[in-house]
């Protein structure tokens, strides 16, 4: 057992309750030193733990950022696309102008070398057609082509002219039945 030697005179001594006192404080200070580098190493662990989340969802941000821009970049091309098949169907609905141009080239095979087409307007529903017939067979011809045929709903002459240099001018207008 160690022996306690005081060689302080007994009035300078420390109290019993004093030394009891600072004992205490003693031990309260080691322990609020632990609690601190405690609570100093959680909040150290917490900025660790929240800067590595943070960079986490900042790269998730950034990721889902390029999908959006790649998305708006399809959702155009998509929106461009059914715009153009919406024309197409538009321009593929419009009535055909060919089935009045095969109706009126047999009468054009009827005309003979000395004839001129100046003019001819083909659409879905009428034909209209300038021509110059340098004889008279020629128009008779031309006439009766027209006359004979079943294939127009209505037949106008809108013009006839003779003229002494070019022959008979004649314009037709012809509705499609």
Known sequence: MPVKLNLL?????????????LKALKAMGVIGVAAFLAFGIGIGVFIIFSTVSLNGINANINKLKAQVSSQQKSEQLIILLKDRIAK????????????NLQTIQPFLLNLSGNALINQMTVGPEALALSVNLKTNTDLSTFIKSFQGSDVFKTVNLTSFNLSPTTGYSV?????KK
Do not use: G, H
């Not at 420390?14 to 006192?21: D, E, F, G, T």
């Open 9 to 21: 005179p007994p009035e300078l001594a420390v109290s019993k309750n004093l030394s009891q006192l």
């Open 171 to 175: 314009e037709i207008t012809a509705l």
């Open 88 to 99: 197409t169907a538009s321009v593929q609905s419009m009535p055909d102008s060919l089935v």
